[in-house]
């Protein structure tokens, strides 16, 4: 039972292109849709996150997308570099007072080409 | 870097045999998880922590237990290990907000 769907799983850039991560969710309960950045043997590391009473933030070169009518919300990576090549994961939670449980996607691994 | 260790960052076992994981912090944050990170599946959530001795399971907490008795430490243990259980397994901690993740341990079950 997959939660969060991520697509595509690799992704090919060239450098200055935009990079495009898509995820959708199912459970409408959902309120904290976060991005992950890991690199190779390293733990993933928290790019950027959105709530649902927004429909878009951008942080750099960085920008989620989120359409909460049909549960979806994608990750944008404008000028992208070699230096983003990386796994991506989106994940989504209801935080509560049991913390933060994350139900990530599948991960999308970008390698972004000179 | 937030203040996460794991250790062993790397172990090779048998088969049947007990194998704990241990993940210790220094940012005296509440709540602690562990997850298994496997190609196809993302990373899952094992089990996690609400405080001393407040535990509760996670997705994929089959074949796993865990413990915590003192605030900065949280151990994993396989009480029989499976080759099954051959992943990577990631210690995170939070205050409610972002996770943090340590660097992992690999585990390979023979």
């Known amino acids: 039972q997959q939660q969060v769907k991520q697509s595509p799983q690799s992704l090919i850039v060239q450098k200055g292109g935009i990079s495009i991560i898509n995820c959708a969710y199912e459970?409408?309960?959902?309120?904290?849709f976060p991005w992950y950045q890991q690199f190779p043997g390293k733990g993933p590391a928290l790019l950027i996150a959105?709530?649902?009473?927004?429909s878009e933030k951008k942080e750099g070169r960085f920008t989620i997308s989120f359409n909460k009518s049909a549960k979806q919300f994608s990750l944008h990576i404008m000028d992208s570099q070699p230096g983003d090549s990386a796994t991506y994961f989106c994940?989504?939670?209801?935080?509560?007072?049991?913390?933060?449980?994350?139900?990530f996607g599948t991960g999308t691994q970008l390698k972004v080409e000179l | 870097d937030a203040g996460i260790t794991q250790s062993p960052r790397h172990k090779v076992t048998e088969t049947g045999t007990p194998v704990t994981l241990r993940c210790h912090q220094t940012?005296?944050?509440?709540?602690m998880y562990w997850y298994r990170q496997d190609p196809g599946h993302g990373l899952r959530l094992i089990h996690y922590?609400?405080?001393?001795?407040?535990?509760d399971k996670g997705e994929v907490s089959d074949g796993y237990s865990v413990s915590r008795s003192k605030t900065e430490d949280f151990l994993l243990t396989l009480e029989s290990a499976t080759s099954s259980q051959t992943s990577v397994y990631f210690c995170a901690i939070s205050e409610l907000g972002e996770l943090f993740f340590g660097e992992g341990s690999r585990l390979t079950v023979l």
């Open positions: 940012e005296n944050h509440r709540y």
């Open positions: 959105i709530r649902p009473d927004v």
């Open positions: 994940a989504a939670s209801a935080v509560t007072g049991g913390g933060n449980k994350l139900t």
């Open positions: 922590s609400y405080g001393v001795k407040d535990t």
């Open positions: 459970n409408t309960a959902f309120d904290y």
